[in-house]
């Protein structure tokens, strides 16, 4: 079983080293998520409305968003 937790930063170490003690624990530390540049966002932005265009132009076909939900 895989469990996410967000722990305060000032009490993190406490933390870790009390589960670090249990052997049945492995710890994967992740990095904190870095957001996406301005730059990152507008290419996105850019990517979803050529799609559009493309699907308007009859160049692809967008699947409906209820088959979309239900491959969620």
């Known amino acids: ?3 996410t937790l967000e722990i305060d930063s000032e009490k993190a ?3 870790l080293n009390f589960i670090g003690s249990l052997d049945f624990i492995k710890i ?3 990095e904190d998520f870095e ?3 301005k730059e990152e966002i507008l290419q996105s932005i850019e990517a979803g409305l050529k799609e559009v265009k493309d699907h308007l ?4 076909k967008l699947k409906e968003a209820r088959t979309f939900l239900d491959e969620l």
């Open 1 to 3: 079983m895989k469990i």
């Open 28 to 30: 994967k530390v992740q």
């Open 57 to 60: 132009e009859g160049k692809i």
């Open 35 to 37: 957001e996406p540049t």
């Open 13 to 15: 170490s406490a933390f």
